[in-house]
């Protein structure tokens, strides 16, 4: 499968809810998954697999300890970027913030499919441009995003993860009438192309 295929995967199930525990493993020992770690209430790892399996990604080796679904768009050495949705820290409308965001037990499988891609060389930089008020932290906080990363790093050290906001400014309430103003953010530290 190549990055111009338009194959389009759905996953379908009846769960509402999001697993608790963070890092967000899997259920049980796939053959391909490293690690030792598992959480059988978290069947979210499942669906992003299975979608993948259904997109055809590395279809042959599915269901192996060679199964690699990202073999053919990532290759080791590589930088690759992840844009989890993280528009906003809150509701506007005051429902829950994760009808509006990505949770972490989504982006956790996709994160371990790319070090199995990356196979201990490369870098994985994480980010988001969020609308003017969003705040990053309060974000990534309220859809446990940072917290996960903080074990996947501390069980991947050979690849380095970063995680940061892309915006040049966010929004702050001034003293003008209660008006929006802007803060400068310095958070890439390779600097912006205009």
């Known amino acids: 499968m190549t990055i111009n295929n338009n194959t389009v995967a759905v996953e379908f199930f009846e769960s509402k809810k999001y697993p608790r525990d963070i890092p967000f493993n899997p259920p049980v020992k796939y053959p391909e998954y490293k690690g030792t770690e598992l959480d059988t209430n978290n069947k979210i790892y499942d669906h992003v697999r299975q979608i993948l399996y259904k ?8 269901n192996n300890p060679n199964w690699n679904p990202f073999k053919d768009i990532v290759k080791p050495g590589m930088h690759v970027f992840i844009k989890p949705n993280t528009v906003r820290h809150y509701h506007m409308d005051g429902k829950e913030v994760l009808s509006i965001i990505v949770h972490a037990s989504v982006v956790r499988p996709i994160l371990d499919y790319i070090l199995i891609a990356l196979k201990g060389s490369g870098r994985i930089i994480i980010g988001d441009s969020q609308v003017l008020f969003g705040r990053f932290k309060e974000a990534y906080a309220a859809s446990q995003i940072d917290k996960m990363l903080d074990f996947v790093r501390e069980k991947n050290p050979k690849i380095p993860i ?4 892309l ?17 400068k953010i310095e958070q890439d530290p390779r600097g912006y192309l205009g």
């Open 55 to 62: 997109s055809g990604l590395d279809k042959e080796n599915f």
């Open 162 to 165: 970063e995680c940061f906001d």
């Open 167 to 183: 915006r040049i400014v966010q929004g702050v309430r001034t003293y003008m009438y209660g008006r929006w103003g802007r803060q």
